[in-house]
T-cell receptor, first 113, second 111 residues
Framework: SQTIHQWPATLVQPVGSPLSLECTVE??????LYWYRQAAGRGLQLLFY??????ISSEVPQNLSASRPQDRQFILSSKKLLLSDSGFYLC????????????FGSGTRLTVV | SQQGEEDPQALSIQEGENATMNCSYK?????LQWYRQNSGRGLVHLIL?????REKHSGRLRVTLDTSKKSSSLLITASRAADTASYFC???????????FGQGTRLTINP
């Protein structure tokens, strides 16, 4: 069966420090992969998505970047965190969003202090 | 943006009552999906309705879609305390490989 792993669950980082959040998917090949961010009590903002290795689409200009070094691995990074980067980060995958729903990871709560 | 907008933002009802949430969107879609999110957790896919469908059922869930009005509704019948969560609608633009989510409805079921 397909599973998605996202870690860490919580993270407290100082302003100006780097960030690396990792997401991996098991049990499927060539998934579409997504990074979303959710502010407290709000909806989800799409940050990046990828339809294949090395293919990254950026939705919102910001202090973050994403990479897909392997078929089932999606990494969210920052060289220098800002206070405004705090939030709940969610990774998701889908075979085909036109016909199937997304499967979400359990999320990473990032607090930048 | 074709972001969906849910209405109401918050809903509080008694256990056993029905809960109805609405979603509006802006552009043509392939499908519309509903998700549930328990506090501090990831989202769980509930149901997907395609643009050529008008109504769909799954257990106690009933979803309707009116593409002429660009709107959808999610009905949860015979609500339970465990239904307490935030509910989001999400839409995909035709030809796009991504979903855009609304702001969600916070549903509270009172025992």
């Amino acid at each position: 069966s397909q599973t998605i792993h996202q870690w860490p669950a919580t993270l407290v980082q100082p302003v100006g420090s780097p960030l690396s959040l990792e997401c991996t998917v098991e049990g499927t090949s060539n998934p579409n992969l997504y990074w979303y961010r959710q502010a407290a009590g709000r909806g989800l903002q799409l940050l990046f998505y990828s339809v294949g290795i090395g293919q990254i689409s950026s939705e919102v200009p910001q202090n973050l970047s994403a990479s897909r070094p392997q078929d089932r691995q999606f990494i969210l990074s920052s060289k220098k965190l800002l206070l405004s980067d705090s939030g709940f980060y969610l990774c998701a995958w889908s075979v085909d969003p036109a016909g199937y729903g997304y499967t979400f990871g359990s999320g990473t709560r990032l607090t930048v202090v | 943006s074709q972001q969906g907008e849910e209405d109401p933002q918050a809903l509080s009802i008694q256990e056993g009552e029905n809960a109805t949430m609405n979603c509006s969107y802006k552009t043509s879609i392939n499908n519309l999906q509903w998700y549930r999110q328990n506090s501090g957790r990831g989202l769980v896919h509930l149901i997907l309705i395609r643009s050529n469908e008008r109504e769909k059922h799954s257990g106690r869930l009933r979803v309707t879609l009116d593409t002429s009005k660009k709107s959808s509704s999610l009905l949860i019948t015979a609500s339970r305390a465990a239904d307490t969560a935030s509910y989001f609608c999400a839409t995909d633009a035709q030809g796009a490989q991504k979903l855009v989510f609304g702001q969600g409805t916070r549903l509270t079921i009172n025992p």
